[in-house]
């Protein structure tokens, strides 16, 4: 099985995580929420909208600066965050309760003084479904049952055309809208696969990060000493990514990489030229994704071991805005990285095989308030190996349609489908947002193909859910 090499895909506020591994990337929408209070520009002073072209370096807004005698009232007032109860079923064979989750997150930012800004946050999960129910083994239990969360907490300092920020946060590199191309920096949380939305999904990474942006031409450079890496569960969970499902047996995740000695580091140049933004990348890193290695003789029952290889990545991104269409494209080289193949002589059951990785998208606007996005992808393997799990080049499509059907009710559907065989995942969903701050959902998570399909192999994981959120 090749390895779990992952890309997101976001819809409104679903995203789709999907690695390059046997159907290669996914597609990614994202359909940003507008803010209830707009402030004007002409309400702005020249200091504050200077302090937030700053903060759009890093793509967050900033509350004014409070006077001084209430800047440390800011770490008790404030607060914002989201409360979401998230229950599903998995009506396919054996039909389970696989879900009755409760997620809390809160965040706080504020500032020192003009030039030192500062952000912390934090989520915790309880799921009562493995608490409800025995059908987990218990390490499996143990692992999803609950969890607490650090996200972003950072330190951003800005020196003119210079800003510096350290601690935990999150590096976006990808500019495809739906796409996690070149988003290499980010680990993910995928003990639900693809499917909880994608600020949920990804996990903040501890990095010093410098900037510098004068006129069109923005450039950074990042540092990460102990590099976080993807959760990936346990073996009896329903979307454990490990090879050959019900074949072959796992021992625990070798994570000993996570120290100094493997830093992560990298930089990124952009330029915007004539509506053009372009921009290029090199990052070298512990491989957020595991690479299963067989820890067992051909000749016993099979027993693979997750770990996590060094690898080098180099790529680039471009966007243009054409109007109510936007093209945007990412492009990313990998090597160091290894797949799983079935040639006996292969040592631990792998082959190394750099990649090419590309994906083409198009966002329409419709009339009616209706979106339409469509992409290609494709990737393709150098130094192929026949025995794996995927063709020499592997290619895919995906199909995002989102509209209103009433003042306060949306719905969407969304397929991602390989090209080279039947595997796929369908992704219908209706949203209801009924009160200010309130938000429902139904949906369903439908797999289809083969078992050694990407999607295929959850064929048996199909599953209804129910959402309720509340954000504050």
Do not use: C
Not at 343 to 363: E, M, R, S, V, W
């Amino acid at each position: 099985m090749i390895k779990n090499d992952v890309q997101f895909f976001e819809a409104e506020d679903e995203p789709l995580y999907l690695p390059m591994s046997l159907s290669i990337s996914t597609s990614l929408i994202r359909f940003a929420e507008q803010s209830d209070e707009d402030v004007a520009v002409s309400e702005k002073s020249s200091d504050e909208i200077e302090v937030n072209s700053r903060e759009s370096l890093f793509g967050e807004a900033v509350a004014p600066t409070p006077p001084p005698e209430t800047v440390w009232s800011t770490l008790i007032t404030g607060w914002k965050g989201f409360s979401q109860l998230e229950i599903a079923d998995n009506y396919s064979s054996p039909q389970h309760f696989s879900k009755a989750k409760l997620r809390t997150e809160l965040s706080r930012t504020g500032r020192f003084n003009e030039n030192i800004k500062w952000k912390i946050s934090g989520r915790f999960d309880y799921d009562a479904a493995y608490d409800l129910s025995d059908f987990y083994p218990s390490a499996v239990r143990h692992d999803q049952r609950y969890q607490f969360f650090v996200r972003e907490n950072y330190l951003d300092v800005s020196a003119g055309d210079f800003d510096f920020r350290v601690g935990r946060q999150h590096v976006i590199w990808g500019e495809m809208v739906g796409l996690f191309f070149a988003d290499v920096v980010s680990a993910r949380d995928m003990r639900e696969f693809l499917l909880p939305t994608f600020d949920i999904m990804r996990i903040p990474q501890w990095a010093v990060r410098a900037e510098y942006s004068k006129n069109d031409t923005h450039a950074e450079v990042l540092w990460i000493p102990a590099p976080t890496i993807d959760e990936s569960g346990k073996p009896g969970a329903d979307f454990y990514p490990g090879p050959l499902r019900g074949m072959a047996s796992f021992v625990g995740e070798d994570r000993s990489g996570r120290n100094i000695g493997n830093s992560n580091y990298g930089f990124r140049l952009s330029q915007l030229i004539r509506g053009w933004d372009i921009s290029a990348f090199y990052y070298h890193s512990l491989d957020v994704a595991p690479t299963f290695y067989r820890v067992s003789a051909l000749t016993e029952p099979l027993v693979f071991q997750p770990r996590h290889d060094e690898i080098d990545q180099v790529g680039a991104t471009v966007t243009k805005d054409f109007g109510t269409v936007v093209f945007k494209g990412e492009m990313v080289y990998t090597d160091g990285r290894k797949f799983n193949v079935m040639t006996p002589a292969a040592i631990n059951g792998l082959a190394k095989q750099n990649t090419l990785d590309y994906a083409l998208g198009l966002d329409f606007n419709l009339p009616a308030e209706t979106r339409l996005n469509l992409q290609f992808y494709q990737r393709v393997f150098f130094s192929y190996n026949p025995t794996g799990f995927t063709d020499r080049v592997e290619n895919g499509a995906s199909i995002l349609l989102n509209g209103k059907l009433w003042r306060n009710v949306e719905a969407q559907a969304l397929l991602i489908h390989s090209l080279n065989r039947n595997d796929w995942m369908f992704r219908p969903r209706l949203t209801w947002n009924f009160e200010r701050n309130w938000r429902a959902a139904v949906g369903a998570d439908i797999f289809g193909g083969q078992s050694t399909g990407f999607f295929g192999r959850f064929e048996h994981n199909d599953r209804a859910y129910t959402e309720l959120r509340y954000s504050f």
